[in-house]
């Protein structure tokens, strides 16, 4: 049953409700699946129809591009997260590196961005907002217009809440823990743990109102007329008075961008250049896999299934049992095997049979991630051989 939908525009503090939510069904014990910004149709149908009996609580995000309003609307619950968009704006401004290593930027682009946002700590009124965000989309490769960049982040959200009736969450509140509203809209007491591997280097500073640290006097007229139809919407004041002496601290500026560039190219390196099926890989793996990425589950069962101990094969075909239930048809022939051949699981040729006709089936499981598709190719005769094939 689709459950709890978390839907908002990126930086808006989506994941870490997203987790108090989750955790906080976690602490009552029904069986659930959690699906971390998997944006298609097509994995929530397919729990609708080999899972009914678990609870499925997701994360969307209107700013991406494969967004589809019908698939939040189909959840029971739906919560739309909102956040002062110029507090929206510094965050992302600050996740845009992370965004240009996942297109190949080059650690040189990043490394002169960085720069620039350094020289702001230094002096903050030596540079403006709107010439940080153009630099950011510049560093992405954008050729979209700033206005028109900027007035379509918040135009998704709003655009979104027009079709589908959903709680709205304050940010601001959100921080607070002022969740007496969500919790009876739920019914269900939120968890305080918000941690998650998604995000090891999301999380910057947890707090609002920054904002007027970042932003000049030059930059008021240009940005008010932008966020105007967004802050009236969701009650945000139109005061613009910035900070007189205004302070950035570098550890939620460029050492954040420092860090989570890191921790991203820590996570490629292992999808591309490690070679071995080490714990960091299968850790990783695992982390992927818990917030609902099918290919990673596959992945990850097929290096759990070359380890060839119990507790390795047990928590393959539970891997395989979820990919499979979320539609992948590469994930339903390898279970069949399992079943078929005792292997992780209790033989059952009846079973082995309904996921071998199911695979056979489906057509048009959509191609690996391309960040998953090298680690997949690797380790998929690996896991064969173990089955005996």
Request: with cysteine; charged share 30%; net charge positive.
């Amino acid at each position: 049953m689709r459950h709890t939908v978390i839907v908002g525009s990126s930086k808006t503090g989506t994941t870490g409700l997203f987790y108090s939510v989750l955790r906080g069904l976690e602490a009552t014990g029904v069986p659930l699946y959690a699906l971390y910004e998997i944006h298609g149709a097509r994995p929530y149908d397919s729990l609708d129809k080999y899972a009914p009996e678990r609870l499925v609580v997701a994360k969307l995000l209107v700013t991406n591009k494969s967004f589809d309003a019908e698939v939040a609307a189909a959840f029971r619950n739906r919560l739309l997260i909102v956040r002062d968009p110029r507090d929206t704006l510094v965050s992302a401004l600050l996740f845009f590196p992370i965004l240009a290593i996942n297109k190949g930027v080059d650690d040189a682009r990043i490394a002169e961005f960085t720069t620039l946002i350094r020289r702001k700590e230094q002096d903050p009124l030596s540079v403006s907002m709107k010439d940080l965000l153009a630099s950011g989309y510049d560093l992405m490769g954008s050729t979209t217009k700033l206005s028109t960049a900027l007035t379509s982040r918040f135009r998704n959200t709003r655009r979104y809440h027009d079709q589908v009736d959903s709680l709205v969450v304050k940010y601001e509140a959100f921080v607070d823990g002022e969740l007496g509203e969500v919790e009876d809209f739920l019914s269900l007491e939120l968890s305080g743990n918000r941690s998650g591997a998604s995000r090891s280097h999301i999380e910057r500073s947890g707090k609002y109102g920054g904002w007027k640290n970042w932003f000049l006097p030059t930059d008021v007229p240009y940005f008010r007329s932008l966020l105007r139809a967004y802050s009236e919407r969701y009650g945000y004041d139109d005061d613009w008075e910035i900070a007189e002496q205004p302070v950035i601290d570098p550890a939620i500026a460029s050492e954040y961008i420092e860090r989570s560039s890191r921790s991203r190219r820590e996570q490629l390196e292992l999808f591309y250049e490690t070679k071995e099926p080490t714990a960091e890989r299968i850790a990783l793996l695992r982390a992927r896999s818990d917030t609902g990425r099918v290919n990673h589950s596959l992945s990850l069962a097929r290096l759990l299934l070359t380890d060839g101990s119990d507790a390795a094969t047990a928590e393959a075909v539970e891997r395989l049992t979820y990919a499979s239930c979320a539609g992948n048809q590469a994930a339903m022939r390898l279970l069949s095997r399992c079943y078929r051949k005792g292997v992780g699981v209790a033989r059952d040729p009846e079973r082995a049979d309904f996921w071998r006709s199911e695979g056979r089936s489906r057509r048009g499981t959509p191609d690996p991630e391309p960040v998953e598709r090298p680690l997949l190719q690797r380790v998929a005769s690996r896991a064969k051989r173990a089955l005996g094939r």
